[in-house]
């Protein structure tokens, strides 16, 4: 018993430490010309298309990493662009892509985590930022986690999704790593704790039209209530 608490206190000892976030560029920002996602984004503007000025450069951020590497960076990352104007809020996001809207002939652009985070300067080019014009870069963004994942900190990374049903009977049919599962329902309630990420669904019952969609998990805890609409009846013509 000595033995095996002196190897315990060893292990405390000699292992690993936490290590913070960090933020790297690993490819750097460029000018993409004539890039066909820009017209979509002028699209949706029709005052601004009308009057034939698009006052805006697009910022794509790709990220890089695995999942949970991803999602963190998606609920962490931002510009900044030095009192020079404000970003427009994230327009679009994309499965492993940010998309903003900057003011033209801003100079500086850096991303950081969060306020107080880490910061990086994508962009200083001598002309300003041009209107009508795309920059794309890819950035690594790495969370304060454990540097050996264990099953507290795994847990991190996971979280329950519930369904409330009506009919109380329905089926819940999830797509999980390519694999089709049906949750346990109980009185109208199906849940399950799942890996970050987004997964199809499809529920059905009979007498009633099937629902599909897309659930996302992430790190809050969220319920889906599904009322699926009644099939016509003999009675309803």
Known sequence: MRMRSLYLALLLLLAPPLFAQSLTITQSFREIANSSVLASFKNQFGAWENNGAFPYALIRVQLEGNVHEVIAAKQTLMLDLGGKGEVMHVYREMENEIMFLVPQNVQKVDILCGVDGERKNILTISNALQANTVYMG????????????????????????????????????????????????????????????????????????????????????????????????????
Request: glycine fraction near 4%; hydrophobic fraction near 35%; proline fraction near 5%.
């Open 138 to 237: 890819k950035v690594h963004y790495i969370p304060f986690v454990e540097k050996n994942i264990t099953i507290q900190s795994e847990s991190q990374y996971r979280q329950f999704f519930v369904f409330r049903l009506n009919p109380a009977d329905a089926q819940v049919h999830v797509m999980v790593n390519g694999i089709e599962e049906i949750w346990e329902n109980k009185d109208g309630i199906a849940y399950k704790m799942l890996c970050f990420g987004a997964y199809p669904y499809s529920i059905s019952a009979d007498g009633y039209y099937s629902q599909e969609g897309i659930i996302n998990v992430s790190d809050q805890y969220r319920t889906l209530e599904v009322t699926l609409t009644p099939l016509p009846t003999n009675n309803d013509y």
